[in-house]
């Protein structure tokens, strides 16, 4: 440590700048596949349609 009276030991460093990594691997493609699927089933189920029969609606999931 310095010992001058004058001149105080720092307390902090500098800050060094924080980067994003590329990330891969088998769990990174597993987490691609599953969202892929997921959202492909929340935007297309409205679009089945399903006989209830006379006077009911035939969206198969409401």
């Known amino acids: 440590m310095n010992s001058s009276p004058d001149k105080a030991p720092k307390l902090y460093a500098a800050r060094d700048p924080i980067f994003p990594r590329r ?4 769990f990174r493609r597993l987490k691609w596949a599953l969202m892929i699927f997921t959202l492909g089933v929340y935007y297309l189920t409205p679009w089945l349609r ?3 029969g006379p006077n009911l609606p ?4 409401l």
């Open 23 to 26: 990330v891969s691997g088998i």
């Open 58 to 61: 035939d969206q198969a999931v």
């Open 50 to 52: 399903w006989d209830r």
